[in-house]
């Protein structure tokens, strides 16, 4: 899962609930990443799930 941080706060719940419920799973912040991080940062959101 690939999600923004935009506050600084490490995620949301709803974020670590998701993570707990699939096995396997791996979580990406992406600091100061706006909703929509696909688009806005879309370099990065390639490059993490490539090496997913």
């Known amino acids: 899962?690939?999600?923004?941080?935009r506050r600084g706060?490490?995620?949301?719940r709803s974020?670590?609930?998701t993570r707990d419920a699939l096995p396997r799973?791996?979580?990406h912040l992406v600091p100061g990443g706006p909703h929509g991080?696909?688009?806005g940062?879309?370099?990065?959101w390639d490059r993490?799930?490539?090496?997913f």
Not at 41 to 44: G, L, P, V
């Open 1 to 5: 899962m690939v999600t923004y941080d």
């Open 9 to 12: 706060f490490g995620g949301t």
């Open 15 to 17: 974020t670590a609930r």
């Open 25 to 27: 799973s791996r979580v």
């Open 37 to 39: 991080v696909n688009a």
């Open 41 to 44: 940062h879309a370099a990065e």
């Open 48 to 51: 993490v799930l490539l090496d």
